[in-house]
């Protein structure tokens, strides 16, 4: 207990990976749900978001709404991937630590 109380334990590892899997699948899926809580809530922007949809879906080609939504997919994985490499790196580094202060 003495050692957690004065940081020469880490709870990082363990907590890392909790937080990676709290980012990578409860935030986004919080994140939707949030925003069509928001939309249905607030009724100008329910108006402007009906608005605005119709406006873009109905300007685009078949094509482009492909591509739109093509890039948006590829986005989102990107940020996933990065997400995923940032927290790698922080493992990497608390094991290098830990392999460092034990020798």
Do not use: H
């Amino acid at each position: 207990m003495q050692d957690f109380l004065t940081f020469k334990t880490f709870i990082s590892p363990t907590m890392l990976l909790l937080f990676y899997y709290i980012g990578a699948i409860v935030m986004p899926i919080f994140i939707w749900f949030a925003s069509r809580w928001i939309i249905n809530k607030v009724t100008m922007m329910e108006e402007s978001y009906r608005v605005a949809k119709q406006i873009v879906w109905g300007s685009m080609r078949f094509k482009y709404r492909v591509f739109f939504i093509s890039v948006f997919i590829m986005m989102f994985l990107f940020m996933e991937i990065i997400w995923r490499m940032m927290f790698e790196f922080l493992i990497a580094y608390m094991q290098i630590r830990e392999a460092l202060v034990l020798s």
